[in-house]
């Protein structure tokens, strides 16, 4: 039998890796960078189901080698720790149905938070009005999404995410997230699209968004937002999935946990972090730079709130479009080599019937 080239066996591993990593990634834990003063290192670890972890389940690697003091925190474990801001669209156009359902929806992600987590309500029309300060009182909570806020002209989404941003900043929250929902796009913000999602990227917070379908509704907004802000875009087209959206949304929050420890990083060194949970597949993997002695990074945004740049790797459309190359390369490099051989064979034994053909030894 002949043997496989070593570059032909390598693309074959090659090819098997990607693909593991790309099926797995949905089944794997995610990493996010959260907020603390460096050397003291944060990240919310997202699970996709819920488990009950502790220190002795939990494994964080910086360059390979063990962190040592870890802490683990759930979502619902210990006050200030979780905190999620709720933007609900006020304007004109929310009148009737839509402002009914997006409160229904808001009371929905309400009963999926988990213990100590923090809740924020902010409706924003032309101005920002907070219907709720940070709580994690449960009565105060449904008497604050009992009823619909007053509505007004204008449709500040950038406003509102720098409002929520400030209420995040003012209780001190560690891990926070932001859910904007909105059935038009921004008029009338004195902030921009890219300086609302910078500044969350600086506060390590992400932000996600809702589009309720209507007349007026444009998705592009909200959409280049969760993007830039590394949060998640959804759009819902009825009542009904909106309320789905926001009870997923609660769950996934409430699937969260905070681990941190101290890193004895150098000044300016690149580190790669890596989390291995007990009991899932795959490994969780982020990164940073260290901040050099002047406090500062000499990559911008090296310390924001990100999603783990081998997740997008893994699931982005070129990852795919290459995967598809390499098995296309894979199975027509095998057809060759079986063709090959026997068109080889078959010469041997027609020239076998004229000519004696010595055999190798």
């Known amino acids: ?13 090659l090819s098997a890796l990607f693909c593991a990593a790309a099926g797995a990634s949905s089944h794997s834990p995610r990493l ?15 699970l996709p189901s819920r488990e009950r972890l502790d220190p002795s389940t939990v494994q964080v690697l910086e360059d390979g080698r063990p962190v040592s003091d870890l802490t683990v925190v759930p979502s619902g474990g210990q006050a200030r ?14 009148r009737g149905k839509p402002i009914a359902a997006a409160m229904a929806a808001a009371r929905a992600f309400a009963r999926e938070r988990s213990g100590e987590e923090q809740l924020a ?10 219907l709720l300060k940070f709580t994690n009182d449960g009565a105060v909570i449904d008497k604050a999404l009992a009823r619909p806020p007053a509505l007004a002209l204008g449709t500040h ?7 929520g941003l400030q209420q995040l900043d003012s209780a001190h929250i560690r891990a926070g997230s932001i859910v904007v929902l909105s059935d038009g796009t921004d008029t009338g913000s004195s902030a921009t699209e890219a300086a609302a999602s910078a500044a969350a990227r600086r506060a390590h917070v992400r932000v996600f968004t809702v589009g309720l379908q209507s007349d007026q509704f444009d998705s592009v907004a909200l959409e280049r937002l969760a ?21 997923a949304l609660g769950a996934r929050f409430a699937r969260e946990y905070l681990i ?17 949970v007990k009991g899932l597949p795959g490994l969780a993997l982020s990164g940073y730079q260290a901040p050099t002695v002047s406090g500062k990074t000499s990559a911008p945004g090296a310390q924001g709130y990100h999603e783990a740049w081998w997740h997008k790797v893994w699931t982005s459309s070129l990852t795919m479009i290459f995967v598809a190359f390499i098995v296309a390369s894979l199975v027509a490099l095998a057809i060759m080599a079986l063709m090959g051989s026997r068109r080889r064979g078959t010469v041997s034994k027609r020239m076998a019937e004229f000519v004696s053909i010595p055999k190798t030894p």
């Open 1 to 13: 039998m002949r043997r496989l080239p070593v570059p032909f066996v390598f693309l074959v591993l």
């Open 32 to 46: 996010t960078e959260a907020r603390a003063p460096f050397p003291d290192r944060a990240y919310v670890l997202s």
């Open 81 to 94: 720790q979780f905190g999620i801001v709720l933007l609900i669209d006020a304007s004109n156009s929310m």
């Open 121 to 130: 309500v902010i409706a924003f029309n032309g101005t920002e009005n907070v």
């Open 157 to 163: 989404i950038y406003d509102g995410v720098m409002a």
């Open 227 to 247: 993007h830039d802000a590394n949060g998640q875009y959804s759009l819902a087209t009825s009542a009904k999935q909106l309320q789905e959206i926001y009870a």
């Open 260 to 276: 941190s420890y101290r890193s004895t990083a150098g000044a300016g060194e690149q580190v790669g972090v890596a989390v291995r």
